[in-house]
């Protein structure tokens, strides 16, 4: 058995216009244009922050678009807390913390599902702290982290 990951295709499962339709219904936005907005905002964003595999495999599972302006970003050499991210966006807009907090959450949740688990598991990791309820998902502590872990390790297998 091999190591070596097999070579990253671009392969998205939706196209830019169903992700900006998905992120316009979780987000309850009025129009896609409003929707497209977010996404292009919180992308940015991410592409500031995110280096790497991580970086690469996401930008894989996103549509062709969206992989563009996540990738078009230089990564920021001091990463900013999930906190500090979404003050950043703030800053940069003009909006409210509450309103940027509502985009970042509703294109990084519809980010999480194109991503899945196990990437966004890893994407999490690289990220600082804060970021996992931005994604949709509980923020574990390091300690609770590990302990979960190692319970899925040790856990017998299910026998149907």
Not at 67 to 96: C, H, N, S
Not at 104 to 114: D, F, I, K, R
Not at 144 to 152: D, I, K, P, R, V
Request: charged share 20%; hydrophobic share 45%.
């Amino acid at each position: 058995m091999s190591d070596r990951r097999p070579p990253l295709q671009h392969t998205p499962v939706m196209t830019y216009e169903q992700m900006l339709e998905k992120v316009r219904y979780e987000g309850a936005y009025p129009t896609r244009e409003k929707a497209e907005e977010a996404v292009r905002l919180v992308l940015a964003g991410l592409g500031r922050q995110l280096t790497g595999d991580e970086r690469v495999e996401l930008a894989a599972r996103l549509p062709f678009e969206a992989a563009t302006i996540l990738t078009a970003q230089i990564p920021d050499t001091q990463p900013l807390t999930g906190w500090a991210f979404a003050e950043d966006l703030a800053a940069r807009t003009g909006a409210t913390l509450g309103t940027t907090r509502w985009d970042t959450g509703s294109v990084l949740c519809v980010v999480a599902a194109l991503a899945g688990p196990a990437l966004l598991t890893d994407i999490l990791h690289q990220l600082p702290s804060g970021y996992a309820l931005l994604f949709g998902r509980a923020e574990l502590t390091q300690a609770a982290q590990a302990q979960l872990e190692q319970m899925a390790q040790t856990a017998p297998a299910a026998h149907w």
